[in-house]
């Protein structure tokens, strides 16, 4: 089973409806991350979390939102959907101490190809 | 806000070339990381360079970390078919502590 789990794998959506990307985790990482990868652009963040009760806007955080439910579980919701949404999303998880010592980088699930037309 | 870049966008090479990428950060730097996301894939993990100047080898790639902390290359030697994919750096440095990506290198192989 993968570590890091991302649902569903491919959505198309229409603009406007509210839609939820889900993310779960075994790795028993405390820290979870939304990014959003668009041709060319490379990574950028929009939300990340340090623990449950630990919620943090990324770069580009504007029309999303999230809940971190459990500390395995960090979802991503649109709220309002838009064509400009349209990418390819990833949750990463990382361990603090394990990547201050170099053991470990970020993990990321196999990623959400979002549509919305 | 902290960037970091890299060069090339994209590189396409003969099997056997040598490749690098590099990566330039706007601010000091306490450890870059690297990744690789091969098509159709997600990034992975590739190694963590932590200390001013240091060089690390894994088979033919070179990780460098420079002397100031702010720039690092990869370098790969005699590339092969399955080098292809996307190459990331990505810096620690602001505040929090997230990481900072570069918009990678795309690089294609041909046989």
């Known amino acids: 089973d993968a570590d890091v789990t991302q649902t569903p794998r491919n959505r198309i959506t229409k603009t406007g409806k509210r839609i939820m990307l889900e993310c779960s985790q075994t790795?028993?990482?405390?820290?979870m991350y939304w990014y959003r990868q668009d041709p060319g652009l490379g990574l950028q963040l929009i939300y990340y979390?340090?623990?449950?009760?630990?919620?943090n806007k990324g770069e580009i955080s504007d029309g999303y939102s999230v809940s971190r439910q459990a500390q395995a579980k960090f979802s991503l919701s649109l709220e309002s959907a838009i064509p400009n949404q349209t990418a390819l999303y990833f949750c990463?998880?990382?361990?603090?101490?394990?990547?201050?010592?170099?053991?470990?980088?970020?993990?990321f699930g196999s990623g959400t190809r979002l549509t919305v037309v | 806000g902290q960037q970091v870049m890299q060069i090339p966008q994209y590189q396409h090479v003969q099997e056997g070339e040598d490749f690098t990428t590099y990566c330039n950060s706007s601010?000091?730097?306490?450890?870059i990381q690297w990744y690789k996301q091969r098509p159709g894939g997600h990034p992975v993990f590739l190694i963590q360079?932590?200390?001013?100047?240091e060089v690390k080898k894994q088979k033919r790639l070179t990780f460098q970390f420079g002397e100031a902390k702010k720039n690092s290359s990869l370098h790969i030697t005699a590339t092969q078919t399955t080098d292809v994919g996307t190459y990331f750096c990505?810096?620690?440095?602001?505040?929090?502590?997230?990481?900072?990506f570069g918009k990678g290198t795309k690089l294609s192989v041909k046989p």
């Open positions: 990463a998880t990382s361990d603090l101490q394990r990547t201050h010592r170099g053991v470990y980088g970020y993990t």
């Open positions: 790795k028993g990482h405390d820290r």
């Open positions: 979390s340090f623990d449950v009760k630990d919620i």
């Open positions: 601010t000091t730097l306490s450890n």
């Open positions: 360079l932590v200390k001013s100047g």
């Open positions: 990505a810096g620690h440095g602001g505040s929090q502590g997230n990481l900072i």
